[in-house]
């Protein structure tokens, strides 16, 4: 496995300056999110070791020298996925680079990479939403005071009801949600706003973990901490540490292993449209930028899709 941050002996990697000031600049324009940027940096550090080993300069190159580090993923058997996100951080780079020189060619611009399997998204069954929701529940009820207890189903809560991404939730802070317009203001993929409904239900958790169990998380916090979710030392959660309430859950519960907290926002679009959403509009809700990424959900739903255009189509009836 690649380490994510630079050790020494990176920084001594011909071409490491050129992929430190290339990050500098993303990182100073906040331009993507600390998690994209750790890719970033361990996708170009993993090019910069290939190149070195094959003697090879890494910027001072051509198309077919970089077809070559493809096909040596290939036959290192790396993932197709991993092979498309490091391509996908090399033609960054290599754009950066032409940018700042116009008279430097970008040989990257001409390379594709491999083709991915399209994948139907998992997505908890409703049953198994209701289960999830009852573990922290039924702790509540124990213990009203319980504030691990209250945090976490404010936090299924609010990934069921607004559809979030494990970072999104991470990121909210106190000021994120709006009680009296019923709302929460999420900061997502490419710090792009958007403004969510949250279900009352969902606005009642919070509200209780705001009452009851923050407070009592926030003692040891530093003063004027204001991410919504703090951990049991009062600092805020980070995604792992949220992956792990989920986790948590999804044992209690007794669901199947591979279920991961992004299969409960797959679990919010589902139940939408099979509630009778529009397309476009959980396009808006799960903050896609094109609606052919939320399209997949259609193949989830095949039954609802064939009621609607039953129910619609005029020769349908």
């Not at 036959?75 to 092979?83: D, G």
């Not at 491999?114 to 009820?141: F, S």
Request: hydrophobic share 35%; glycine share 6%.
């Amino acid at each position: 496995m690649e380490p994510t941050e630079p050790i020494e002996e990176d920084k001594q990697l011909p071409g490491y300056d050129k992929v430190a000031a290339y990050l500098g600049q993303l990182e100073a324009g906040r331009r993507v999110s600390p998690n994209t940027l750790a890719a970033k940096r361990a996708d170009l550090l993993a090019y910069l070791r290939w190149a070195q080993r094959q003697q090879l300069s890494p910027f001072d190159t051509t198309h077919k020298r970089l077809r070559l580090y493809l096909a040596d993923m290939d036959r290192a058997q790396y993932a197709k996925s991993t092979m498309n996100r490091r391509l996908s951080s090399l033609k960054g780079m290599f754009r950066w680079l032409s940018e700042q020189d116009s008279s430097r060619e970008d040989p990257a611009s001409v390379l594709s990479g491999p083709k991915l399997p399209k994948r139907l998204p998992h997505a908890l069954r409703q049953t198994e939403t209701e289960a999830l929701l009852a573990v922290n529940r039924q702790l509540i009820d124990d213990d009203p005071a319980n504030a691990r207890a209250l945090r976490n189903q404010a936090f299924l809560e609010m990934v069921y009801g607004c559809g979030l991404r494990i970072s999104e939730a991470a990121g909210l802070a106190l000021t994120s949600v709006s009680f009296e317009g019923g709302t929460v203001k999420v900061l997502g993929k490419g710090s792009k706003e958007r403004i969510v409904p949250v279900y009352p239900l969902a606005l009642e958790t919070l509200a209780r973990y705001l009452q009851s169990g923050r407070p009592q998380l926030a003692e040891k916090a530093q003063r004027g901490e204001r991410a919504l979710f703090l951990s049991s030392r009062g600092r805020p959660m980070s995604a792992n540490a949220l992956r792990l309430v989920f986790n948590e859950a999804k044992q209690a519960a007794g669901l199947p292993d591979h279920y991961t907290p992004h299969d409960l926002r797959h679990a919010f679009a589902t139940d939408l449209l099979t509630g009778g959403a529009d397309l476009r509009s959980v396009q808006e809700l799960l903050g896609h930028s094109s609606l052919s990424t939320t399209q997949v959900y259609t193949h989830i739903t095949p039954d609802h899709i064939a009621e609607v255009y039953r129910r619609a189509h005029p020769r349908a009836q």
